[in-house]
């Protein structure tokens, strides 16, 4: 579908011109002109200026009907949450265990398994490669 077209067919449908257009919505005619015959691909921003002249939801633009589509059964994508390493199953179980260890030990104590930690990812880095 050409944006275009549609809002002609809008427009017209509503007995209006494109000067009544250029009054609601401060656009040049010669603009509205453009947008109509395929020039020119308006901005969102002068659509939803275009939508509000017309006195229409910005999405029948879009499509007709009187109510949008119904959405395609589209495959669940998953959040943060579901791809962070701890927010689930045995991780997290794994990880609070670990921060309630952590919170009990001292600064010098935390320091130093810090420092074993980050030997022993670089270690299973070198190994990986």
């Keep these: 579908m050409v944006i275009g077209d549609r809002l002609?067919?809008?427009?017209?449908?509503?007995?209006?011109?494109q000067g009544d257009i250029e009054k609601r919505t401060g656009l040049l005619r010669c603009y509205i002109s453009r947008v109509e015959n395929g020039h020119t691909v308006p901005a969102i921003e002068t659509l939803e200026k275009l939508a509000r002249?017309?006195?229409?939801?910005?999405?029948?633009?879009?499509?007709?009907g009187d109510k949008p589509p119904e959405l395609p059964n589209?495959?669940?994508r998953k959040t943060a949450d579901d791809i962070a390493w701890g927010s689930s199953g045995k991780n997290a179980v794994f990880l609070h265990k670990l921060?309630?260890?952590?919170?009990?030990?001292?600064?010098?104590?935390?320091?130093?398994?810090?420092?074993?930690?980050?030997?022993?990812?670089?270690?299973?880095?070198?190994?990986?490669?």
Aim: charged share 40%.
């Design 99 to 129: 921060r309630k260890c952590l919170s009990r030990a001292g600064e010098t104590d935390r320091k130093l398994i810090m420092v074993m930690a980050q030997k022993m990812a670089v270690r299973s880095r070198r190994e990986a490669a």
């Design 74 to 76: 589209l495959p669940k």
């Design 8 to 17: 002609r067919e809008l427009r017209e449908t509503k007995k209006m011109s």
């Design 53 to 64: 002249a017309l006195e229409i939801p910005m999405y029948q633009l879009f499509y007709d």
